[in-house]
């Protein structure tokens, strides 16, 4: 096992070294709570910008769905009228300014979940360490835009969000320990804070707060080429692939539940775990190897004419939000910005 598959597994549990590691998150909790106290005593103030903003975000470290919520939250905005932008910082990009994304701005400029969301969705993104800014750029270069998504910006207290989505998964909040000797990247919430709706990516809640469950869903296959034309990917394609033994690869922080998914769409697969943002510099999988399935993550970073002779396909993940957790979160925006 290793020592960041260690780490995750401590962080479900308050054992020896969760315990070793505490005292470091005690510190982090006195940073946290310095930083919250000033924005709370008005010695930092947070900015608002022109248009409501609804931020997404997760307590705890690693993939919780934020990317397919806020695809999700793209689709359901445009369904109310809604002209949504979308802001990221990027995480692992290889620059640190501000970068308005388009189809031919490379993965390591953008970061792959921004990348990912833009072609997926077709919305204008930003991506910036300064989400201010860069919801000033976007705001500047897309004028019709008149909401603004903050994917995993649940920690960025500089910037004043009309609602907020808290995703959580099966994991609930762990062994309820800040960073490192848990996974939370800020106290557990007692109660739901204001303008908040808590989504659950999970078969059922996993925290004492009240929300929605998500319905996640592999949507189908695609060739590598299809995607990057954005082509959809076909339902059907699963069954084709039946009889056939593909090996899976995932660059995500929990790939396991990629594979368990693949395999209840009948697929024979074997797993190739890769680390959370893998750069595939070089293909990680053995030349020759007939058919690979990767994310949508993951296929941002690949080029269809450098897959040499490996078919690469794509399974597509969509969210299906309930119209409960669209008419909670609907009622947090300002009236005068609904069509």
């Known amino acids: 096992m290793s020592a960041v598959s260690q780490l995750q597994a401590a962080w479900l549990h308050r054992g020896w070294l969760a315990r070793l590691l505490l005292p470091i998150s005690c510190l982090y909790g006195l940073a946290i709570a310095l930083r919250a106290g000033c924005y709370r005593l008005g010695l930092m103030q947070p900015i608002k910008l022109p248009v409501p903003v609804i931020v997404v975000g997760n307590l705890v470290a690693g993939g919780a769905g934020k990317t397919p919520t806020t695809i999700a939250l ?4 445009r369904e109310r009228g809604f002209t949504p932008g979308i802001l990221s910082r990027g995480y692992g990009r290889q620059t640190g300014d ?10 390591g400029t953008a970061g792959d979940e921004p990348l990912l969301m833009h072609l997926r969705t077709g919305a204008p993104v930003a991506v ?16 019709s835009v008149n909401i603004l998504i903050s994917d995993d910006g649940l920690q960025h207290l500089r910037l004043t969000r009309d609602a907020q989505v808290i995703v959580f998964d099966e994991r609930g909040v762990g062994n309820g320990w800040l960073l490192p000797a848990g996974p939370l990247r800020e106290p557990a919430l007692r109660a739901l804070p204001p303008r908040s709706v808590v989504l659950y990516n999970a078969a059922g809640p996993t925290t004492a707060l009240s929300g929605h469950q998500v319905v996640r869903r592999l949507t189908g296959l695609a060739p590598l080429s299809d995607w990057w034309s954005g082509r959809p990917a076909k339902a059907e394609a699963f069954t084709e692939m039946h009889g056939h033994h593909a090996l899976a690869a995932a660059g995500l922080a929990r790939p396991q539940r990629f594979f368990d998914m693949l395999r209840a769409q009948g697929l024979s697969i074997g797993e190739l775990s890769l680390p959370d943002h893998h750069d595939f510099a070089t293909l990680p999988w053995p030349a020759g190897t007939a058919d690979v399935v990767v994310t949508e993550k993951d296929a941002v970073k690949l080029k269809p004419e450098a897959m040499g002779s490996t078919r690469v396909w794509v399974a597509t993940l969509d969210f299906d939000l309930s ?4 008419a909670e979160l609907m009622q947090w925006l300002p009236p005068n910005d609904r069509p």
């Open 98 to 107: 501000i970068v308005l994304i388009d189809r031919e701005t490379p993965a």
């Open 128 to 143: 910036g360490a300064d989400r201010i800014a860069a919801g000033q750029a976007l705001l500047k270069a897309v004028p």
């Open 323 to 326: 119209p409960a957790f669209a």
């Open 74 to 77: 793209v689709h359901l905005l």
